[in-house]
């Protein structure tokens, strides 16, 4: 911690760590059946058809997981095992949010569990829950803290339809709650269903979007404990005249996501003009560890190619990819634990995420000595 000269003399700052991470998936793996669905959308356009094929091929993912079984036969009408989704009837938004409230709360628990927590349970303080796929009341947090055994009094805060930069807002709020608090212990959760959103349409662009998307959850816990990842600072970054790139509407049939082909070269340009603030002045050569947002494989060369980095900087953004697919706010902890795992002590590291706004949403960290 350091002190901070203020109105009525020092302030003591306390230093936020991400103390540990901790992630979950459903249990199917529905990758190969949603992309043959997605395939089959375009039998009767064979160039968008084509188009789509050499998309998927270069996407960079291999695996998407979901509480949806994959279905057995692929030439049949039901898409999924469970028959939820239906070629030309499928459901409203009324039965995804119902499947969402069913599957949410199990996967949040299995994440605080693999946590580990034992005697940080009960001294928990904040629960912070970030989500766009899914709504209730009373909703995720209270589950959480039934389920999990958490203090009844600790002080929830959800943070919704922020879409895939939520996870580094909720480490920007955790900082500042233990800054403010420096004996409070708050658990983060990422978690979204993606694929509850899935749509029967031949608009590529909406059908690329929801060929990234996958179902997943990660939990941490912030503390003052300087254990695991420092949390520095933060930089917003909010690109003039792009709102439409990225959207996400509540509509009668599940939730609609547009994300526009401009987005990666938006992303490169923005990163670009305001690399000196996101680095805080700092050359690009002082950052060890690069824990990105892997949107697509497109955002994550345009991330390279804007700091030119070299092959293996996003190395574990990649792997995350490659396996998970995007998940949405969970995703960058996906990455964050996997650089936890890996042991590195003593680096620094520069964090970040992407979505609507078009925004980037930024944080400089440090892994404990």
Not at 106 to 129: F, K, M, N, Y
Not at 226 to 250: C, H, K, Y
């Amino acid at each position: 911690m350091f002190f901070a000269q203020g109105l009525f003399g020092e302030i003591d700052l306390t230093t936020a760590y991400i103390n540990r991470v901790a992630t979950a998936v459903p249990p199917f793996d529905v990758h190969d059946a949603f992309r043959r669905f997605a395939q089959s959308l375009f039998r009767g356009d064979r160039r968008n058809g084509l188009l789509f094929q050499r998309m998927a091929e270069k996407s960079g993912i291999e695996h998407r997981y979901s509480y949806l079984p994959p279905s057995n036969r692929p030439e049949s009408e039901a898409v999924d095992g469970e028959r939820f989704y239906l070629r030309g009837d499928f459901p409203d938004t009324a039965a995804r949010m119902r499947r969402f409230e069913r599957c949410a709360p199990e996967l949040a628990q299995t994440a605080v569990e693999r946590l580990e927590l034992g005697s940080d349970r009960e001294r928990i303080t904040h629960l912070l829950i970030t989500c766009c796929t899914g709504f209730s009341a009373p909703g995720l947090d209270h589950e959480v803290v039934e389920r999990c055994k958490l203090p009844t009094s600790v002080e929830r805060t959800m943070i919704g339809f922020m879409g895939c930069y939520a996870a580094i807002n909720a480490l920007k709020l955790a900082r500042h709650i233990v800054r403010s608090e420096p004996s409070a212990r708050v658990l983060i959760l990422n978690i979204e269903l993606c694929t509850l959103h899935l749509k029967e349409t031949t608009d590529l662009e909406q059908v690329l979007s929801f060929l990234l998307f996958g179902d997943g959850c990660a939990a941490c816990l912030v503390s003052a404990d300087p254990v695991g990842t420092a949390l520095d600072s933060f930089r917003a970054v909010l690109v003039p005249g792009t709102r439409e790139l990225i959207t996400w509407n509540i509509r009668d049939f599940g939730f609609d996501m547009v994300l526009s082909g401009q987005v990666p070269a938006t992303i490169h340009d923005a990163l670009q003009t305001h690399m000196d603030e996101i680095l805080a002045g700092a050359p690009v050569e002082a950052i060890d560890l690069w824990a990105v947002h892997p949107g697509g494989r497109t955002v994550l060369d345009a991330v390279e190619r804007a700091f030119g980095l070299g092959p293996q900087a996003l190395a574990a953004s990649r792997d995350v990819l490659r396996r998970y697919g995007n998940m949405s706010s969970a995703t960058v902890m996906f990455v964050i634990e996997k650089m936890l795992r890996s042991g590195a002590r003593g680096r620094s590291g520069c964090a970040m995420s992407f979505g609507p706004g078009l925004t980037a949403e930024t944080m400089l960290f440090r892994t404990a000595a």
